[in-house]
């Protein structure tokens, strides 16, 4: 099976009939509510958006800018859109709080697991394996930023799926409000943002019962992002939350959600909490969250907005 790009569903209960765009991008299907129809040309205008960031991060397109920093043979200078400053500002933030655990660059160890651009599902042989673990890139030490510029010394896989959907919502966001849409709802496969004065009550997915919720979250012109690992996994132990100091998939964490007012920060967030005491990233982001355990104890920010049921 495919991984898809659906996590532990934030699934927005109750939202009634207003007029809703949905179109498949980047891999997952996209729903955008509003209280009146979308106009054709700014549906053409989100589609162009989210096409012109697929074609620059997209580790999955041979035509990717993230395809030629991987072929470059001897590195090079990158060039990134402006966009970048916020989404590798988010990553070096991270590197640093999480020691190196949330790092883009485990892109190649995602693919010598399997996930690669044709899904071969189907990890290297381990000696291939144990050779890139003696020299695997870490974005602190193998990539130097100067704004939107990236400069490498050897080919490096970046993988931005720990932000990047979330970061990509805040685009889309920000073309709703040049527009002078008011009350909107994004959801990109469960990354949620939401605008508007009413309230969203967003179920929480139980991470082994698809169907179920464990609870629900209040949300309110915020953002809410999940990340488990029963999704876009491939086979026993695989899936794709990776350690970036091991390259391995993690254990400790079945599957966590965060609110936080931007959706690339919660994005983010809900794959840091894999590796991350709470307290520890609140020191650079404001945020809520919930967090399941794989021994299946829940924990949960104690301002958390909601209702949990078990």
């Not at 160890?109 to 189907?122: F, I, R, V």
């Not at 488990?228 to 079945?254: E, M, S």
Request: charged share 25%; glycine share 8%.
């Amino acid at each position: 099976m495919i991984p898809t790009d659906r996590e532990a569903d934030p699934t927005a209960l109750g939202n009634g009939r207003r007029p809703t765009f949905t179109f498949d991008a980047i891999g997952t299907r996209w729903s955008i509510e509003t209280d009146s129809p979308l106009d054709a040309d700014l549906r053409r205008e989100l589609c162009r958006r989210i096409e012109d960031f697929d074609a620059v991060y997209s580790r999955f397109r041979p035509d990717s800018l993230i395809a030629r920093v991987a072929a470059a043979p001897a590195g090079g200078r990158f060039t990134f859109p402006e966009d970048s400053r916020s989404l590798f500002g988010l990553y070096d933030r991270l590197a640093e709080v999480t020691d190196g655990a949330v790092d883009p660059l485990v892109g190649r160890d995602l693919e010598l697991l399997g996930y690669d651009s044709t899904y071969t599902l189907a990890p290297a042989p381990a000696p291939v394996r144990a050779r890139h673990a003696r020299t695997r890139p870490s974005w602190r030490t193998d990539v130097a930023r100067d704004g939107t510029t990236l400069t490498t010394r050897r080919p490096l896989v970046i993988d931005v799926g720990a932000a990047g959907k979330g970061h990509l919502v805040d685009l889309v966001t920000v073309l709703l409000r040049d527009a002078s849409i008011g009350r909107f709802v994004v959801d990109a496969g469960g990354d949620l943002r939401h605008s508007g004065e009413d309230t969203l009550r967003i179920g929480l997915e139980h991470p082994l019962a698809p169907g179920r919720v464990i609870g629900v979250a209040h949300l309110h012109q915020q953002a809410v992002c999940a990340s488990a690992t029963n999704r876009r996994a491939w086979g026993p132990g695989l899936h794709h939350v990776l350690d970036g100091r091991t390259g391995l998939p993690t254990n400790d964490v079945l599957a966590t959600w965060v609110v936080a007012d931007d959706a690339a920060v919660a994005d983010a967030l809900a794959t840091a909490l894999f590796f991350t005491a709470p307290h520890q990233l609140a020191a650079i982001h404001r945020f809520t969250y919930v967090r399941v355990g794989s021994d299946g104890r829940v924990d949960s920010s104690p301002d958390f907005d909601g209702e949990l049921f078990t």
